[in-house]
């Protein structure tokens, strides 16, 4: 017994001076500053009686984090006051004191007394330290406006102030990077991710910081940079995540795949690696392998319903169209109120040609959203202007366009960003339903509301080149240029007037400029379409046929591509059978579309199947009746098979829909053609001559 009690005795001794030579060490900057009443409290310090009274602060904070009763708190808060009044110079002993005050919930008292050490002594890294902690944990959740007013500001102020007197201290770095972030300062915020990730180069979370930092700047080419010379050994499936989402975005299509195989290959359990493993199977072409992928997520998880309503999606666009629909029934029976399921149903239904299902269920979809007073927050206004966009192109498909424009006043009543949408889609559709004058009004009515809206100005123009006001509308959107990445949109814009002018060489011009501002295939699809289009216009058929195979390239489930590539080969009578496999594929994704529809028609027509083109473009023509040139197709077809009295009505037809300005692709020149046409055939069977569709 008498040798552990000198043992104990022994340690103690050893204890006490360890502690008495670093609570000096603490205090020693307060007493480097402090005027000459902080030198007679310094001469009064009895450090045994601060060293007795701090060890049993120590042990009553322990047992009351064992016991969890309030009374040690209360001891151990004494003896922390107690030990400071036997050292009052000890900056030490307040942050110890101010610390308590912090676990145990009592901020206010916390942040006065570390305010006072700062107060002796502005740099105080361990003040600065446990205030920027406090401060933290009083920012609550940003998102849901929970947190203090300027909390985040005062947050920022103290790490800024731990990383200038420690700034090896990587962790409160990298806090700091996460705050200037959360604040919108993502400069600072990379460049203190670099320094520190300079410094500790083998630092995981520096490393998933700066890449997120800049996943969501859009820096890919960054993150590929970055992420291509990290050892194989430290890429874990997060970071391999990040790097294929960055190949997918820059379309470098079969990196993805590859890296997102790696990371599910490490992490087989991730459904969000699954997925995007899906979806860059998706972006290459791949549907089978992408729904394999999608059918492994739901027998993981088949409670979750949004794998279901992913695998319908991918089927949908399969032309997988009952497994499709089965699958959203199982995801609404697994969620019922979840107002997504029914949307896509909608969709589905919309796609089927099912329009009165499809429109049921968006007004399903919209009552279950309605507020009595109307007012919605912006989340919600949007969903409804989603809900009532495609119920209003469901109307304009079915050529109601007085139902269509009544739809959008809808989403123009939601108010705020919402309503310029709607205004645009109302001009929109008084263009498609021939109502150019209506639209031109409606157009300026809706400028006077919001004169910077683009889309409106870009619409506005569109109608003076649509009237033959070409120089004008050209000029309008050329005082819209900024000289950014913005100016795409404007340059297409520019090339569809002189498109539509036949100012081919400049409309060629302007889209280049248009591709010189995207940066990835994404961006581009649009421009090599618009390009195409303009080199068939021209009967530039190979270069027009480079620029699709640009577009399917970049994504093969690009419907009108396929579609308009399948045409013009069949309008040429070459390559038939590859021109009815494109076709094919636009209705895989779209088997109600009348212009597609019409196209594997005339493909089948030009192949001398007319048993074949009877029925896509009879279809077509129920569809889309006032189209002129399904119309003279579809007459094509009935002369082929000897209906010559039905050829003539469908011709005469195309003549009438032509003069009323129905398509602009159906023009005099081919109006005269087939006038000719109507003539001849009256003449076979004996019906008077006429100048048929004269104006």
């Given at each position: 017994?008498?040798?552990?009690?000198?043992?104990?005795?022994?340690?103690?001794?050893?204890?006490?001076?360890?502690?008495?030579?670093?609570?000096?060490?603490?205090?020693?900057?307060?007493?480097?500053?402090?005027?000459?009443?902080?030198?007679?409290?310094?001469?009064?310090?009895?450090?045994a009686a601060a060293y007795y009274h701090y060890m049993l602060a120590q042990r009553y904070k322990d047992l009351a984090?064992?016991?969890?009763?309030?009374?040690?708190?209360?001891?151990?808060?004494?003896?922390?006051?107690?030990?400071?009044?036997?050292?009052?110079?000890?900056?030490?002993?307040?942050?110890?004191?101010?610390?308590?005050?912090?676990?145990?919930?009592?901020?206010?008292?916390?942040?006065?007394?570390?305010?006072?050490?700062?107060?002796?002594?502005?740099?105080?890294?361990?003040?600065?330290?446990?205030?920027?902690?406090?401060?933290?944990?009083?920012?609550?959740?940003?998102?849901?406006?929970?947190?203090?007013?300027?909390?985040?500001?005062?947050?920022?102020?103290?790490?800024?102030?731990?990383?200038?007197?420690?700034?090896?201290?990587?962790?409160?770095?990298?806090?700091?990077?996460?705050?200037?972030?959360?604040?919108?300062?993502?400069?600072?915020?990379?460049?203190?991710?670099?320094?520190?990730?300079?410094?500790?180069?083998?630092?995981?979370?520096?490393?998933?910081?700066?890449?997120?930092?800049?996943?969501?700047?859009?820096?890919?080419?960054?993150?590929?940079?970055?992420?291509?010379?990290?050892?194989?050994?430290?890429?874990?499936?997060?970071?391999?995540?990040?790097?294929?989402?960055?190949?997918?975005?820059?379309?470098?299509?079969?990196?993805?795949?590859?890296?997102?195989?790696?990371?599910?290959?490490?992490?087989?359990?991730?459904?969000?690696?699954?997925?995007?493993?899906?979806?860059?199977?998706?972006?290459?072409?791949?549907?089978?392998?992408?729904?394999?992928?999608?059918?492994?997520?739901?027998?993981?998880?088949?409670?979750?319903?949004?794998?279901?309503?992913?695998?319908?999606?991918?089927?949908?666009?399969?032309?997988?169209?009952?497994?499709a629909r089965k699958e959203l029934e199982q995801a609404r029976g697994l969620a019922p109120d979840n107002l997504e399921?029914?949307?896509?149903?909608?969709?589905?239904?919309?796609?089927?040609?099912?329009?009165?299902?499809?429109?049921?269920?968006?007004?399903?979809?919209?009552?279950?959203?309605?507020?009595?007073?109307?007012?919605?927050?912006?989340?919600?206004?949007?969903?409804?202007?989603?809900?009532?966009?495609?119920?209003?192109?469901?109307?304009?498909?079915?050529?109601?366009?007085?139902?269509?424009?009544?739809?959008?006043?809808?989403?123009?009543?939601?108010?705020?960003?919402?309503?310029?949408?709607?205004?645009?889609?109302?001009?929109?559709?008084?263009?498609?339903?021939?109502?150019?004058?209506?639209?031109?009004?409606?157009?300026?009515?809706?400028?006077?509301?919001?004169?910077?809206?683009?889309?409106?100005?870009?619409?506005?123009?569109?109608?003076?080149?649509?009237?033959?006001?070409?120089?004008?509308?050209?000029?309008?959107?050329?005082?819209?240029?900024?000289?950014?990445?913005?100016?795409?949109?404007?340059?297409?814009?520019?090339?569809?007037?002189?498109?539509?002018?036949?100012?081919?060489?400049?409309?060629?011009?302007?889209?280049?400029?248009?591709?010189?501002?995207?940066?990835?295939?994404?961006?581009?699809?649009?421009?090599?379409?618009?390009?195409?289009?303009?080199?068939?216009?021209?009967?530039?058929?190979?270069?027009?046929?480079?620029?699709?195979?640009?577009?399917?390239?970049?994504?093969?489930?690009?419907?009108?591509?396929?579609?308009?590539?399948?045409?013009?080969?069949?309008?040429?009578?070459?390559?038939?059978?590859?021109?009815?496999?494109?076709?094919?594929?636009?209705?895989?994704?779209?088997?109600?579309?009348?212009?597609?529809?019409?196209?594997?028609?005339?493909?089948?027509?030009?192949?001398?199947?007319?048993?074949?083109?009877?029925?896509?473009?009879?279809?077509?023509?129920?569809?889309?009746?006032?189209?002129?040139?399904?119309?003279?197709?579809?007459?094509?077809?009935?002369?082929?098979?000897?209906?010559?009295?039905?050829?003539?009505?469908?011709?005469?037809?195309?003549?009438?829909?032509?003069?009323?300005?129905?398509?602009?692709?159906?023009?005099?020149?081919?109006?005269?053609?087939?006038?000719?046409?109507?003539?001849?055939?009256?003449?076979?069977?004996?019906?008077?001559?006429?100048?048929?569709?004269?104006?």
């Amino acid at each position: 017994m008498t040798t552990r009690r000198v043992r104990y005795g022994a340690a103690t001794i050893c204890l006490l001076m360890f502690v008495l030579a670093a609570l000096a060490r603490a205090q020693a900057p307060a007493q480097n500053k402090a005027d000459n009443s902080a030198r007679q409290a310094a001469e009064s310090q009895d450090h045994a009686a601060a060293y007795y009274h701090y060890m049993l602060a120590q042990r009553y904070k322990d047992l009351a984090g064992i016991y969890n009763r309030s009374d040690y708190v209360d001891r151990a808060i004494t003896e922390y006051q107690k030990a400071i009044a036997a050292d009052p110079g000890s900056l030490f002993l307040r942050v110890q004191l101010g610390e308590l005050y912090w676990r145990v919930s009592r901020i206010e008292d916390a942040v006065n007394e570390v305010q006072s050490v700062l107060k002796d002594n502005p740099d105080d890294v361990q003040a600065h330290r446990l205030l920027a902690r406090i401060y933290f944990s009083s920012m609550g959740d940003s998102n849901s406006g929970s947190g203090t007013p300027g909390m985040l500001e005062k947050t920022i102020a103290e790490f800024e102030a731990v990383h200038r007197l420690d700034p090896d201290d990587a962790d409160s770095a990298l806090m700091l990077g996460r705050l200037y972030k959360a604040d919108n300062q993502p400069k600072k915020a990379e460049a203190l991710f670099e320094k520190v990730l300079s410094d500790n180069p083998d630092s995981r979370n520096v490393l998933v910081n700066l890449t997120q930092l800049y996943f969501d700047q859009g820096d890919y080419d960054k993150i590929i940079s970055l992420l291509e010379n990290v050892p194989d050994s430290r890429m874990d499936p997060a970071l391999l995540y990040l790097l294929g989402s960055s190949y997918a975005q820059t379309r470098d299509l079969k990196k993805a795949e590859d890296v997102f195989k790696k990371a599910l290959d490490r992490e087989p359990d991730s459904e969000d690696i699954r997925r995007a493993y899906a979806e860059s199977l998706m972006a290459e072409g791949k549907t089978e392998e992408a729904r394999s992928q999608l059918q492994e997520i739901v027998k993981s998880d088949p409670q979750s319903p949004m794998s279901y309503v992913r695998l319908a999606q991918l089927d949908r666009q399969m032309g997988n169209f009952e497994d499709a629909r089965k699958e959203l029934e199982q995801a609404r029976g697994l969620a019922p109120d979840n107002l997504e399921i029914p949307y896509q149903q909608a969709v589905l239904e919309d796609t089927l040609g099912n329009e009165t299902k499809a429109i049921s269920l968006l007004q399903e979809v919209l009552k279950k959203t309605e507020k009595p007073d109307g007012k919605y927050n912006p989340a919600e206004a949007n969903n409804r202007a989603i809900y009532l966009q495609r119920m209003g192109t469901i109307y304009r498909s079915q050529e109601d366009y007085d139902k269509a424009i009544e739809t959008y006043q809808g989403i123009v009543a939601l108010g705020g960003d919402q309503a310029p949408r709607g205004e645009a889609l109302i001009v929109e559709t008084l263009q498609l339903d021939q109502k150019n004058h209506k639209a031109m009004q409606a157009a300026e009515t809706a400028l006077k509301k919001y004169p910077k809206n683009r889309e409106l100005l870009m619409q506005r123009a569109s109608l003076l080149g649509q009237e033959g006001h070409r120089d004008e509308a050209v000029a309008q959107l050329e005082n819209m240029l900024t000289g950014n990445a913005d100016d795409r949109d404007i340059y297409l814009s520019i090339a569809q007037i002189y498109s539509q002018a036949k100012t081919y060489a400049k409309a060629e011009e302007v889209i280049q400029k248009a591709l010189a501002l995207s940066n990835n295939p994404d961006d581009q699809e649009y421009a090599r379409f618009l390009l195409g289009s303009v080199y068939e216009r021209e009967k530039r058929f190979d270069l027009a046929e480079e620029q699709f195979r640009k577009v399917l390239d970049a994504d093969p489930l690009n419907d009108a591509a396929a579609n308009y590539l399948g045409y013009m080969l069949a309008d040429r009578g070459v390559r038939l059978d590859e021109s009815v496999k494109y076709i094919k594929d636009a209705l895989r994704i779209e088997p109600n579309n009348g212009a597609y529809l019409d196209s594997l028609g005339w493909a089948y027509h030009k192949m001398n199947r007319n048993d074949m083109a009877q029925s896509p473009l009879e279809k077509a023509v129920k569809l889309i009746p006032n189209d002129p040139t399904i119309r003279e197709h579809l007459g094509y077809v009935y002369l082929a098979l000897g209906e010559k009295a039905k050829a003539l009505q469908e011709w005469e037809h195309a003549l009438k829909f032509q003069r009323r300005g129905v398509s602009g692709d159906f023009g005099a020149q081919q109006a005269a053609k087939l006038r000719k046409q109507v003539n001849n055939l009256k003449h076979e069977i004996g019906q008077p001559e006429a100048a048929v569709g004269q104006n």
